[in-house]
């Protein structure tokens, strides 16, 4: 009798938990490209590699990592974005200009947003 009653509750609050906890990763996942300004990086692309990589589930990040050199040597660039049918990679070729606003994560730095300053002339 009593674990006609226990079971069921049981099993409706690992439902519950397991709700609210796909819930907040998904709203995770949809705020994942909203860095703080807090500073800005701008120098000459030498690298750049885009990959898909599982967030949580069935949710997926698009993943570019940049290496750009400037005046204090070089920077790695990390820029996360939702991964949707409707997303696309920047499209940055090696040597153009850009200037990234973001936020500093130890030696990583996390774009905000990437922006096309100067394009090289092939």
């Given at each position: 009798?009593?674990?006609?009653?226990?079971?069921?509750?049981?099993?409706?609050?690992?439902?519950?938990?397991?709700?609210?906890?796909?819930?907040?990763?998904?709203?995770?996942?949809?705020?994942?490209?909203?860095?703080?300004?807090?500073?800005?990086?701008?120098?000459?692309?030498?690298?750049?590699?885009?990959?898909?990589?599982?967030?949580?589930?069935?949710?997926?990040?698009?993943?570019?990592?940049?290496?750009?050199?400037?005046?204090?040597?070089?920077?790695?660039?990390?820029?996360?974005?939702?991964?949707?049918?409707?997303?696309?990679?920047?499209?940055?070729n090696k040597?153009?200009?850009?200037?990234?606003?973001?936020?500093?994560?130890?030696?990583?730095?996390?774009?905000?947003?990437m922006k096309?300053?100067?394009?090289?002339?092939?």
């Amino acid at each position: 009798m009593v674990t006609a009653i226990v079971i069921p509750i049981l099993i409706g609050y690992f439902y519950w938990i397991t709700k609210k906890e796909a819930k907040k990763q998904k709203e995770r996942w949809e705020n994942l490209s909203h860095v703080p300004s807090e500073a800005r990086v701008e120098g000459k692309l030498l690298s750049i590699h885009t990959e898909n990589k599982r967030f949580y589930h069935q949710l997926y990040i698009l993943e570019t990592t940049c290496r750009i050199q400037n005046d204090h040597g070089l920077t790695t660039i990390v820029y996360r974005q939702p991964f949707t049918p409707t997303i696309t990679a920047p499209s940055f070729n090696k040597g153009d200009q850009l200037q990234i606003v973001g936020s500093w994560d130890g030696e990583v730095f996390l774009a905000g947003n990437m922006k096309l300053v100067n394009r090289k002339m092939s």
